[in-house]
T-cell receptor
Framework: KAGVTQTPRYLIKTRGQQVTLSCSPI?????VSWYQQTPGQGLQFLFEYFSETQRNKGNFPGRFSGRQFSNSRSEMNVSTLELGDSALYLC??????????FGPGTRLTVL | SQKIEQNSEALNIQEGKTATLTCNYTNYSPAYLQWYRQDPGRGPVFLLL?????KEKRKERLKVTFDTTLKQSLFHITASQPADSATYLC???????????FGPGTRLSVLP
């Protein structure tokens, strides 16, 4: 079974731009979570989707948003990028809500 | 306030010894706790899950304990190998699996 895939793997943007990241979960997994990982803050929860509904949201500003499609694929959008948004963005899928299977991440650099 | 801590940022041990990593938390009541391994530039990989009513879980050279009274989990790697060198993260569920809180991680280096 194919693992979680994320595209693109690397991205460079400038301040003020917006970005969309994509995540394809493991087949059959309906829960998709997004995390931001930085050296200073570690791995921080952004939001979780299940069957196209956002069930939970972390403590991030409204510039961070996401959605999930009927095939469980998910996208995350960050608008008006700031330098501090530079991070590794990780997507994880889950079958039954406990074990999380992570993708390789998207490395976002904001200049 | 809620907090999850891992004993040290980095841990160096000699090959063949047992590595013991600690995860402490405050003001959480998780139904279960998990341990993940993360290699540089890659996403975390699930290792073990232990539920609140379990005291100990084992998988090959790995052992995890969970003490809900002490609010602590210990993660052991026996007969450690250089290939075990990685960052190890503990995570606890905050809302019945709908979101997880991760510790800052411990970077383990196993020296040959």
């Amino acid at each position: 079974k194919a693992g979680v895939t994320q595209t693109p793997r690397y991205l460079i943007k400038t301040r003020g731009q917006q970005v969309t990241l994509s995540c394809s979960p493991i087949s059959g997994h309906r829960s998709v979570s997004w995390y931001q990982q930085t050296p200073g803050q570690g791995l921080q929860f952004l939001f979780e989707y299940f069957s196209e509904t956002q069930r939970n949201k972390g403590n991030f500003p409204g510039r961070f948003s996401g959605r999930q499609f009927s095939n469980s694929r998910s996208e995350m959008n960050v608008s008006t990028l700031e330098l501090g948004d530079s991070a590794l963005y990780l997507c994880a899928s889950s079958l039954n809500g406990d074990t999380q299977y992570f993708g390789p991440g998207t490395r976002l650099t904001v200049l | 306030s809620q907090k999850i801590e891992q004993n040290s940022e980095a841990l160096n041990i000699q090959e063949g010894k047992t590595a013991t990593l600690t995860c402490n938390y405050t003001n959480y009541s998780p139904a279960y706790l998990q341990w993940y391994r993360q290699d540089p530039g890659r996403g975390p990989v699930f290792l073990l899950l232990i539920r609140e009513n379990e005291k100990e879980k084992r998988k090959e050279r790995l052992k995890v304990t969970f003490d809900t009274t002490l609010k602590q989990s210990l993660f052991h790697i026996t007969a450690s190998q250089p290939a075990d060198s990685a960052t190890y993260l503990c995570a606890l569920d905050e809302n019945y699996g709908q979101n997880f809180v991760f510790g800052p991680g411990t970077r383990l280096s196993v020296l040959p």
